[in-house]
């Protein structure tokens, strides 16, 4: 009698402990997914940095996406690893499939380039002849699905896109030479740049650059004053300005940077692995001390740079090749009007990098710098709760900043074209 008593007492609190077992679990998870998907976090417009000058203020008045909220899908949108890590598996959702020419282009030291061109879906809105020379990220090319849905936006506005594949990424194109794509060799995109001037002689250029190719595009404008004729702007998202200063942030754990180091010397190695025989088969005296060793046992880009990217150029060290191949000794003498776009949660360009194209735009009165709150590396998806729209933020400020750039050259004083004497420019103001 009395046992069944004890029974009775104790029983009610069982369900009760457990009640409060699944609260507290429930909570955590709440409290993790609110961390982790940084649901708290606002949305905002870019901050920018810029000089107050006449074209500038007309940049802004007429690309709204620099101006206004970016605004990310609610669910998930305001983690940049999850931006990055859908940019990086999926590219894009609904990704079109532009039509295009592969073109095929030869080089000195015997290497073969080779770039895509997509003819425009229409006429300009302006009438001219417009082309956008696009180089994309690390290890990309033209069909990537990222550039795919870049390129058939911009032709439906009327540009003509050629798009260069970087030196050894296609996986059905054989390597020409013991050579491939580097961090900042700008060879084959000089090749493509002059092969559109060549064929187009009233075309005028569009030139931008995602994360590895923003940094090719802005050294190569950069190198030459010559390499700026026809140029209208230039357009460079997500890059890091300065291999040298990256390589200890890639070292670190903050935002998980090694873990992304580590993915990306994965998809390197199986590049280089795959051109194993054009590359290393033939022992050039310029790699002929390469250890493959090493490279099969590499766990970070520094690594693989040490050990075999820096030989392909004849750098006698990592510091070196970073120094020469970085586009942050370049950039200053660009005289374009140039767009630099980055991300503050993006995990793999360290807030401390993000100094150089702040400062640079603070002193030149070409730059604006747009940094957004959220959009990881390349993502920028938009989007309302769960499902990402197919068109990206970025896709929709390139192309929105150069109708602008195109719209103000259509319309700007002819002294402000270069057409007139200075002492005519004085003259037509008086």
């Not at 010397?265 to 050039?284: E, Q, T, V, Y």
């Not at 150069?402 to 004497?421: D, F, I, Y």
Request: with cysteine; glycine share 6%.
């Amino acid at each position: 009698m009395t046992h069944e008593s004890d029974v009775h007492t104790i029983s009610p609190e069982l369900p009760a402990m457990f009640d409060g077992m699944k609260l507290a679990a429930v909570a955590t998870v709440l409290y993790v997914l609110v961390r982790c998907l940084n649901l708290k976090s606002p949305t905002a417009p870019p901050d920018l940095t810029y000089q107050d000058t006449p074209l500038n203020r007309f940049l802004l008045k007429s690309c709204p996406q620099l101006t206004k909220e970016y605004i990310p899908p609610l669910l998930w949108g305001k983690s940049g690893h999850l931006q990055t890590a859908l940019y990086g598996k999926l590219g894009r959702v609904s990704s079109p499939h532009p039509s295009g020419v592969r073109k095929y282009l030869p080089m000195q030291d015997g290497a073969t380039a080779t770039f895509d061109l997509f003819e425009p879906q229409g006429d300009h809105r302006t009438g001219d002849d417009i082309t956008m020379v696009i180089c994309p990220g690390i290890g990309n090319h033209s069909e990537k699905h990222y550039i795919r849905t870049f390129v058939d936006h911009a032709q439906k506005d009327g540009y003509r896109c050629a798009v260069l594949n970087h030196l050894g990424a296609l996986p059905n194109i054989e390597l020409t030479s013991p050579r491939m794509f580097t961090y900042g060799c700008t060879w084959e995109f000089a090749a493509m740049v002059g092969y559109i001037k060549r064929t187009y002689p009233q075309t005028q250029l569009m030139v931008v650059g995602f994360s590895l190719g923003g940094n090719i595009v802005c050294k190569f404008l950069g190198e030459n004053r010559m390499n700026q004729e026809r140029v209208l702007c230039c357009v460079s998202v997500c890059q890091g300005y300065s291999a040298l200063r990256a390589q200890e942030t890639f070292l670190q754990w903050d935002q998980f940077r090694r873990f992304y180091n580590f993915l990306m010397a994965d998809n390197m190695k199986k590049i280089i692995l795959s051109h194993r025989h054009s590359l290393f088969g033939g022992s050039p005296v310029k790699v002929k001390d390469l250890d493959l060793g090493r490279l099969y046992t590499a766990t970070s880009l520094m690594q693989i740079d040490d050990n075999i990217m820096r030989k392909f150029h004849g750098h006698s060290s990592l510091k070196e090749y970073y120094e020469k191949e970085s586009c942050v000794h370049y950039i200053h003498n660009v005289n374009v009007p140039l767009l630099l776009v980055n991300s503050a949660d993006d995990p793999l360009v360290h807030d401390s990098l993000l100094n150089i194209p702040r400062t640079l735009a603070a002193k030149k009165p070409n730059v604006i710098f747009s940094l957004t709150l959220h959009g990881g590396h390349l993502g920028f998806f938009e989007g309302a709760v769960l499902f990402p729209q197919p068109l990206t933020w970025m896709d929709k400020v390139i192309v929105s900043y150069a109708n602008a750039m195109c719209q103000w050259e259509k319309q700007k004083p002819p002294c402000q074209s270069g057409q007139l004497s200075p002492s005519s420019c004085a003259e037509e103001k008086a």
